[in-house]
């Protein structure tokens, strides 16, 4: 896989990165936050040889895309020049930033980075990014996480079946309400209204006890998975869980790499991975990633960015689910195809993004 990318001779040229303000379909509350907007960082990638390579991740917050955006920016001057490689471009840019720190907003800029070239290489070749990969286009299973977040159970049950026209094959609930009976009861409305798997997402709110005690409970509702329910790199506490809940505990959106991914899988701390593109590396991390994945039977799922999430998902052996929202519906003249209830993964060129420009400056913009 990495061969294809190495031999395409295509060099590092400049870049144009933005940020932009994307308001949400369905505003997001979480354990967290409630969320309204996300600001999107694009990269336009040019390549020497008159090649565009287009990718973009969630920046978070505001001042975490302005860093992404000029960790990104900064990286192209540095690999000016060089063959666009995306695994070599990942050890010599690693290695440049290790001092700063390969993590964070660092490593969500050398992911788009990675992203792009990766576009760009399927661009050049006139093939899908899956079909570099060694897979080919078509359908994955994909899970509907665009809203169902903390709210009442009367608006809860109005976000539940505008989400369920969709049809997607599962539902993602936000749950880490101030007691057990309302995150019950906010299960028991979506359950009223639809019997596809349900997936719940405590975004890192509870204690270990307070995890333990819901999980028991949760335990009785069969929920498709039990995600994040305490602090992301608590690993002890989560192959606790694992050992004592009979449900499956999923962690992996904050892997800081495949290196944290393994650190995870050795010790026993999920049931079920979930990289984020943007946060393992690319689709470089992922494949390591997935190598991973592979050699310890976990199933992997993917987290945000479907459109670029889903090329390297139809291309892991342990593929599970895609985590599917529609963020980049406002800035793509393509959006992500839904059919049959699974996300389909493109027959374009690279991911097959191309921006809607008069969208993008309809949005605003820094």
Not at 28 to 47: C, E, I, N, R, Y
Not at 68 to 79: M, Q, R, S
Request: hydrophobic share 45%.
């Amino acid at each position: 896989m990495g061969s294809s990318a190495d031999s395409s001779g295509l060099t590092i040229g400049s870049c144009r990165v933005r940020v932009v303000d994307v308001p949400l379909n369905f505003p997001l509350g979480t354990s967290a936050a409630t969320v309204s907007k996300v600001p999107l960082v694009l990269l336009d990638l040019d390549l020497e040889e008159g090649v565009t390579g287009r990718a973009y991740v969630f920046g978070y917050t505001p001042a975490g895309a302005a860093s992404i955006a000029g960790t990104t920016t900064e990286a192209v001057e540095l690999a000016k020049g060089s063959p666009a490689s995306p695994l070599q471009l990942q050890l010599r840019l690693g290695r440049r930033y290790a001092l700063l720190g390969v993590t964070g907003t660092v490593r969500m800029a050398l992911s788009l980075l990675d992203m792009a070239m990766w576009d760009a290489q399927g661009r050049a070749a006139g093939l899908p990014v899956a079909r570099l990969l060694g897979s080919t286009p078509g359908s994955v299973a994909a899970y509907d996480s665009r809203g169902l977040g903390l709210a009442s159970p009367l608006e809860l049950g109005r976000q539940a079946e505008r989400l369920l026209e969709l049809n997607l094959g599962a539902i993602k609930l936000r749950l880490g309400y101030p007691t057990l009976a309302e995150d019950l009861a906010a299960i028991d409305v979506v359950r009223s209204l639809t019997d596809r798997p349900l997936m719940v997402d405590y975004n890192q709110a509870l204690s270990l006890v307070e995890a333990r005690a819901r999980g028991r409970a949760l335990e009785e509702k069969a929920v498709h998975w039990l995600e994040e329910p305490i602090r992301h790199d608590d690993y002890s506490g989560a192959a606790a869980l694992a050992r004592e809940l009979d449900l499956p505990i999923q962690i992996g959106e904050n892997f800081n790499g495949s290196e944290a991914m393994l650190q995870a899988v050795l010790a026993n701390a999920c049931d079920l991975a979930m990289p984020d593109i943007s946060r393992i590396g690319g689709v470089t991390g992922w494949l390591q990633a997935a190598g991973v994945a592979a050699a310890a039977g976990k199933p992997v799922s993917t987290h945000l960015m479907p459109e670029m999430s889903a090329h390297a998902l139809a291309a892991s052996a342990t593929a599970h689910w895609l985590e599917y929202v529609d963020w980049a519906d406002a800035i793509l003249r393509e959006p992500m195809e839904i059919r049959d209830g699974k996300a389909i993964v493109p027959d374009r060129p690279g991911f097959g993004l191309e921006w809607d420009e008069k969208r993008i400056s309809a949005l605003s913009e820094t």
